[in-house]
């Protein structure tokens, strides 16, 4: 990895991701790009940013060339709740834009790292300690791609040798970006409730069991598996990957453990509910500890501390 592109890089994830490739790699080295604009007074203002819409191959044909990129991050997406509201936007911004990253890198010799989703499970799936290879028939749009992303992502590695991996992420827990429209986003805004106003209403069931990561794990997640020994890798794409799990129910109650007088309620949002419904409890991530040493570093405890303690202060300045 020694010219990168982030595609998508001023959402969630990628507004963290591209600070930590930049202190590894250098930051000349990590082009930062979304169809987005950024405020240069913060976001990734220490090396270049380009405007590339994933959908247009030659955006990215020609941010590849002039970088001259050996590997791409593509984040760019429509995220679970956004693509039920729009199943054929979504089919066309992560389907189409992945198909052009993967043309492009067949065609420049680029690495590529995909982000799945536990969004790529289903109903049938079974929901326990979900296994690394198991049925996988989602129901909802963002699924849907997923599934169909990391079969792709395969295919490109098998057929014309790219170097292609990945990661199913559960959901992500930041302090940095707000969430962009998935159905884990509670996990997020109640940390920005509980400061600001000391109550929070949850879209989902108070007993909502799924897996969830701290930022921190998800981008040594990413970057770990783009910089495995491929003579290790079985699996290459789509490994299951978790840090800890919990319910909403739970999460309110490691929070109180903080802010004593913060108080719950539920107000259940049917299309996110429904989505969480089909998705596993928990990921059985073992065969990412195998074959890349996979070991995250944030449980629910350190997480929500660490949560507290950065947003705290910052909130508080600005009311
Ligand atoms: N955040 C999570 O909890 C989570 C969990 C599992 C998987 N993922 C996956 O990780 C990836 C990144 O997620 P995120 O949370 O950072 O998403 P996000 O919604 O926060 O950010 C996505 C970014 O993509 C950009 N974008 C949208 N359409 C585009 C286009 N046509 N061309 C270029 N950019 C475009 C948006 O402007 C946005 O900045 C996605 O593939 C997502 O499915 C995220």
New binding site residues.
Partial sequence: MKRILV?????????E?VSALRQRYGADAVVA????VIRLDVEHSNGPFEY?????AR?LQDVVLRYEIDTVF???????A?AEEKPHMAW???M??LYRVLEVARQRDCAVF??????AFGPGTPADHTPQDTIQRPNTM?GVT?VS?ELLCDYYHQRFGVDTRGV???????HV??????T??YAVEIFYEAIRHGRYTCFLRPDSCMDM?YMPD?LDAAIGVMEADPARLEHRNAFNVTAMNFTPATLAAEIKKHLPGFEIDYDVDPVRQAIADSWPDSLDDQAARDEWDWDPQYDLETMTREMLEKLGPRLKRKT
């Fill in positions: 595609t998508g890089a001023l959402g969630q994830i990628g507004s991701l790009s979304d169809i987005r590339v819409d994933v959908t247009r955006d593509h984040l760019a997406s429509l995220l679970s956004v066309h911004v992560n189409g834009g995909f982000p799945s989703s536990i969004g963002y997923k992303g199913r992420y559960p959901g992500l827990i930041s970006a707000p969430p962009g429209g998935g884990t986003d990561m998800a």
